[in-house]
């Protein structure tokens, strides 16, 4: 009977335990926010650090270092034919300049992170996987033919890690600026803004509270616009 009570008062004082420590243990860390600064407004963006923490990692990086002061939005791209300015994508960062890049980082496939690219998303462009260094889009619509295809490891996608929380109607007027039908090579060509957008500065801003990330990928990627 002694026995069976000293058993029973040490599993209850380790349920105490385990019950403290929990209640004790920090709450996850907000994930980080960067506010964009351009000639024409700002763009406010969450990382998701949770999910692709290389990527954020690498993304704040540039924007620690002050890297990205003096960019531009440079490009804007839609399907032939798209009038309005609420499906596309708009690029920015340092357009492989020797004096600023960093080096390329990991692959964070869509299939890891379970961000799919949806309206506002956030993404790194890239070559090959692997290539990633300071150029990033941001999308506007449904661009979800970007996410790695499950059926087919020769699609890789691209790296999301993160979301515009404010600014989307910035995102649409650059998206609808005047290109040059000439300009670019390779799938950019006729997608090079004519006065590229200024970025004056890009700067952590304070974190919003904790919050799921974003949805999870489709099970397969739409077809390419």
Same mark, same amino acid.
């Given at each position: 009977?002694?026995? +069976? +009570?000293?058993?029973?008062?040490?599993?209850? &004082?380790?349920?105490?335990?385990?019950?403290? &420590? !929990?209640?004790?243990?920090?709450?996850?860390? #907000?994930?980080? =926010?960067?506010?964009?600064?351009?000639?024409?407004?700002?763009?406010?963006?969450?990382? *998701? &650090?949770?999910?692709?923490?290389?990527?954020?990692?690498? @993304?704040?990086? *540039?924007?620690?270092?002050?890297? @990205?002061?003096?960019?531009?939005? *440079?490009?804007?791209?839609?399907?032939?034919?798209?009038?309005?300015?609420? @499906?596309?994508?708009?690029?920015? $960062?340092?357009?492989?300049?020797?004096?600023? /890049?960093? #080096?390329?980082?990991? !692959?964070?496939?869509?299939?890891?992170?379970?961000?799919? !690219?949806?309206?506002?998303?956030?993404?790194?462009?890239? !070559?090959?996987?692997?290539?990633?260094?300071?150029?990033? /889009?941001?999308?506007? $619509?449904?661009?979800? @033919?970007?996410?790695?295809?499950?059926?087919? #490891?020769?699609?890789?996608?691209? &790296?999301?890690?993160?979301? /515009?929380?404010?600014?989307?109607?910035?995102?649409?007027?650059?998206?609808?600026?005047?290109?040059?039908?000439?300009? $670019?090579?390779?799938?950019?060509?006729?997608?090079?803004?004519?006065?590229?957008?200024?970025?004056?500065?890009? =700067?952590?801003?304070?974190?919003?509270?904790?919050? #799921?990330?974003?949805?999870? /990928?489709?099970?397969?990627?739409?077809?390419?616009?």
């Amino acid at each position: 009977m002694l026995i +069976r +009570r000293t058993l029973l008062a040490l599993a209850a &004082a380790a349920a105490s335990l385990a019950g403290a &420590a !929990h209640a004790q243990s920090p709450a996850p860390a #907000p994930n980080p =926010r960067v506010a964009i600064t351009t000639a024409l407004g700002t763009i406010t963006v969450e990382l *998701y &650090a949770d999910r692709a923490p290389i990527t954020v990692a690498n @993304y704040l990086k *540039y924007v620690d270092r002050k890297l @990205y002061d003096g960019a531009t939005f *440079y490009r804007a791209s839609k399907p032939p034919g798209q009038a309005a300015n609420d @499906y596309g994508t708009i690029q920015g $960062g340092l357009q492989n300049d020797p004096k600023k /890049v960093l #080096p390329p980082i990991a !692959h964070e496939s869509t299939l890891k992170t379970g961000i799919g !690219h949806g309206d506002g998303i956030i993404s790194m462009g890239r !070559h090959a996987p692997g290539t990633a260094q300071a150029d990033w /889009v941001i999308c506007i $619509g449904d661009m979800s @033919y970007l996410n790695a295809d499950p059926k087919d #490891p020769k699609n890789p996608g691209f &790296a999301a890690f993160g979301k /515009v929380t404010d600014g989307m109607p910035l995102a649409q007027q650059i998206l609808g600026l005047p290109t040059d039908p000439n300009a $670019g090579v390779g799938a950019m060509k006729g997608e090079m803004l004519v006065k590229p957008v200024k970025i004056i500065s890009i =700067r952590r801003v304070a974190a919003a509270p904790a919050a #799921p990330s974003a949805p999870a /990928v489709a099970a397969s990627p739409a077809p390419a616009a």
